[in-house]
C-alpha cells in the first residue's frame, strides 16, 4: 500500500479549514469559493462524465474545473467511439489547474489508462489537495467498457489507498475485488469491507444495477460501521451519469466542509430527487437518457416561446378573495372568465388565503393561464409563485425588494413593482424589473390607507422611467379611457380589481373593457 503524503498530509484539518474558508470574506471584493477539480471523460451526449460533474457542483453552488482524460462519441444509445489523450497532455492540463486554483477536492472519473493514472498521482503528489473521491468508472450503464482490466492494477495499489472515498458500482465493485459475485445487499456490504482492505478511508459501494431490487440501496462502510442508504427504486429510463453526479455531489458537498457521511447522506438524496423530477423528460432515443440536475427542464417555462411584452399590460386583471367570496366564485372560475373576456396578463392577490389552499389554486390558475398563453402573477408571495412555477410575481414597496426578488425568481420571471414616485420609479429600473404598477390614480376601497396619486402622479412616475407602466387604482369602465388618455408612451394598459371582480358577470365586464380599452387605443 503506497501513500502519497500530499493527499493524505491534511485530513485531520481539512474539513475545519475549508468549512472557515467558505465564510471568511477577506475584503468586501474578494470572496473564496469552494472548489472541485473532476479529473474525467468528456461525454457528448453530456449526461455522464465532465459534463455531469461541472452541472452538479454548479447546482450544489461550487466551482468545477475540468481535466479531461478522454473524448468519448456517446449518446442515450450508448458509447459509438472512445479517444484517449496522451498522458502528457492530461499531465500538462493538471499542472494548469492544480498549480492556480485552490482546489479542495478532487474527483475522478473515467481513467482509461495506466499512464493516466500515473500522471495523475505524480500531480496529486506535487500539488496536494484535501481530499480524492475515486469513482472507478469502468464500464458505462450501456455496457460499453470505459476502462479495461489494464488499470486493474495501478487502481488496486495506488490509486485506492490514497482515496479518501471510492464509489464503485457493483459491476466495478466486483472487478476489483477479482470477480467476486455481488448480488445482495449482503455481499455488498462484504465487498465494501474487502475494498477497505485495499487503503481508502471510506467506501461507498452502489446498488443502482442491484438485480431484483425494488429499493436503491448504496452501502458505506467507514472500517468500522455500515451505513445502508435507502431510496426507492425510480422507474425511469434517465439514469445515464448517476454514479458520476453522486461522486461530484460528494465531492462538491466535501469542498463546502461537509464530513463524509453527510455528503455521501446530501448526494444520495440529490440523485434520488433529480430522477424523481426528470422520470419522464425525453432527451435521445436509446435506452438510458440523460437527467437534469438543475430540476428546471420539465418546467413549461423553457418551452416557452414568447417573452414579456409591455402589451401584456394591456387589461390587467387583479383578483381578491374577498370579492370572489361574495359573489360565491372560486378564484380558477374568476381566472377563466377574466381571460374569455380578454384580459391579457392576471395577478392572484390573495391576503388572506391559506397557504396550502392558496398553492392548489395557483397551479389551477397556472394551467389555465399557460393554455390560454396569457402570463400569470402571484402578488407578494415569492414562496408561491416559486412552488407553482408562474410567471413571475407583482411586490409593493413593503415587500421583498426587488433585486432580491430577482436572485430568487431567476433571469426569466417577471417581476413588477408599485411605484408611486419619480424615485420609486428609477430605483425599480435599477433593480431589474420588468414594469411597474403605477397609482392608485383614483380613490379605491380595495386597498386601505392607499394614498391616491391622480393622473399627474401617474404621468410623473411613467416620465421617470424606461419601463412599461400599468395603472391601478379605481380603474373601471368610465374612466380607464381618461387614464391611456394621458398619452405617456410607456403607459401600456390599467390594473382592475373591482371592476372586474366585484360584479356579477366576469366575462362580461372584461369584454366592456378590453372593447373600451381598444377603441381609445385607436383614437391616439
Ligand atoms: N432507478 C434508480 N432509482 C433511484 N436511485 C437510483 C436509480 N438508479 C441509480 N440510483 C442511484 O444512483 C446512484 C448511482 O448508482 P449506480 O447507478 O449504481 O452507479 P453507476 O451509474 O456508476 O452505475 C446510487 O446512489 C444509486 O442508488
Ligand atoms: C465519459 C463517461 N464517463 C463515465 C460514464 C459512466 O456513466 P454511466 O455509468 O452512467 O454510463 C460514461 N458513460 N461516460
Ligand atoms: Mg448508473
Known amino acids: 500500500m503506497q501513500s502519497l503524503g500530499g493527499i493524505r498530509s491534511w485530513p485531520a484539518t481539512w474539513r475545519t479549514t475549508t468549512a472557515s474558508m467558505m465564510t471568511t470574506t477577506t475584503t468586501e471584493s474578494v470572496r473564496k469559493v469552494a472548489q472541485v477539480l473532476t479529473v474525467a471523460g468528456s461525454d457528448s451526449g453530456a449526461g455522464a462524465g465532465i459534463q455531469a460533474d461541472i452541472k452538479v457542483c454548479a447546482a450544489r453552488g461550487v466551482y468545477c474545473a475540468s481535466v479531461i482524460t478522454a473524448v468519448t462519441a456517446q449518446n442515450s444509445r450508448g458509447v459509438q467511439s472512445v479517444h484517449l489523450l496522451p498522458p502528457d497532455f492530461v499531465s500538462e492540463q493538471l499542472k494548469s489547474v492544480l498549480s492556480d486554483f485552490e482546489v479542495d477536492v478532487v474527483k475522478t472519473g473515467m481513467l482509461p489508462s495506466p499512464e493516466i493514472v500515473e500522471v495523475l498521482l505524480q500531480n496529486l503528489s506535487e500539488y496536494p489537495v484535501r481530499a480524492l473521491v475515486v469513482d472507478p468508472v469502468m464500464v458505462s450503464t450501456s455496457g460499453h467498457v470505459l476502462a479495461g482490466s489494464s488499470i486493474l492494477s495501478i487502481f488496486r495499489y495506488r490509486l485506492l489507498p490514497v482515496a479518501d472515498i471510492i464509489t464503485p458500482n457493483v459491476k466495478e465493485a466486483s472487478a476489483l475485488l477479482g470477480g467476486v459475485r455481488i448480488q445482495t445487499v449482503a455481499e455488498m456490504r462484504s465487498a465494501a469491507k474487502s475494498l477497505h482492505q485495499m487503503g481508502p478511508r471510506f467506501v461507498l459501494v452502489k446498488g443502482g444495477d442491484l438485480p431484483d431490487s425494488s429499493d436503491s440501496v448504496d452501502v458505506y462502510f467507514d472500517g468500522n460501521e455500515f451505513h445502508e442508504l435507502h431510496s426507492p427504486r425510480i422507474a425511469t429510463r434517465n439514469t445515464h451519469g448517476t454514479g458520476c453526479t453522486l461522486a461530484s455531489c460528494i465531492a462538491a458537498e466535501l469542498a463546502k466542509g461537509s464530513p463524509m457521511l453527510s455528503a455521501v447522506k446530501v448526494a444520495k438524496r440529490f440523485v434520488d430527487t433529480a ?55 372560486s378564484i380558477v372560475d374568476a381566472v377563466k372568465a377574466a381571460i374569455e373576456g380578454g384580459a391579457t396578463i392576471i395577478q392572484l392577490r390573495e391576503k388572506e388565503a391559506e397557504t396550502r389552499e392558496f398553492l392548489e389554486e395557483a397551479k389551477s390558475c397556472v394551467d389555465i393561464c399557460r393554455s390560454n398563453g396569457v402570463f400569470l402573477l402571484i402578488n407578494d408571495r415569492i414562496d408561491i409563485a416559486l412552488a407553482c412555477d408562474a410567471d413571475g410575481v407583482h411586490v409593493g414597496q413593503s415587500d421583498m425588494p426587488v433585486d432580491l426578488v430577482r436572485s430568487l425568481l431567476g433571469p426569466d420571471k417577471i417581476i413588477g413593482v408599485s411605484c408611486k414616485t419619480q424615485e420609486q420609479a428609477h430605483q425599480a429600473w435599477k433593480d431589474g424589473a420588468d414594469y411597474i404598477g403605477s397609482g392608485g390614480v383614483f380613490p379605491t376601497n380595495t386597498k386601505a390607507n392607499n394614498r391616491t396619486i391622480g393622473l399627474d402622479g401617474l404621468r410623473e412616475v411613467c416620465k421617470a422611467s424606461k419601463l412599461p407602466v400599468v395603472a391601478i387604482g379605481g380603474i373601471g369602465i368610465s374612466n380607464a379611457e381618461s387614464v391611456m388618455r394621458i398619452g405617456e408612451p410607456n403607459l401600456k394598459g390599467v390594473a382592475v380589481v373591482s371592476a372586474l371582480f366585484d360584479q356579477e358577470c366576469v366575462l362580461s365586464e372584461a369584454k366592456k373593457l378590453h372593447k373600451s380599452l381598444t377603441e381609445s387605443k385607436r383614437e391616439h
Do not use: C, E
Open 275 to 329: 430522477l424523481n423530477y426528470s422520470k419522464d423528460i425525453v432527451i435521445g432515443s436509446g435506452m438510458q437518457g440523460p437527467f437534469d440536475h438543475f430540476l428546471s427542464l420539465k418546467d413549461p417555462q423553457s418551452y416557452r416561446q414568447s417573452t414579456f411584452k409591455p402589451d401584456d399590460l394591456f387589461l390587467y386583471a387583479v383578483t381578491d378573495s374577498r370579492m370572489n367570496r361574495k359573489w360565491n366564485r
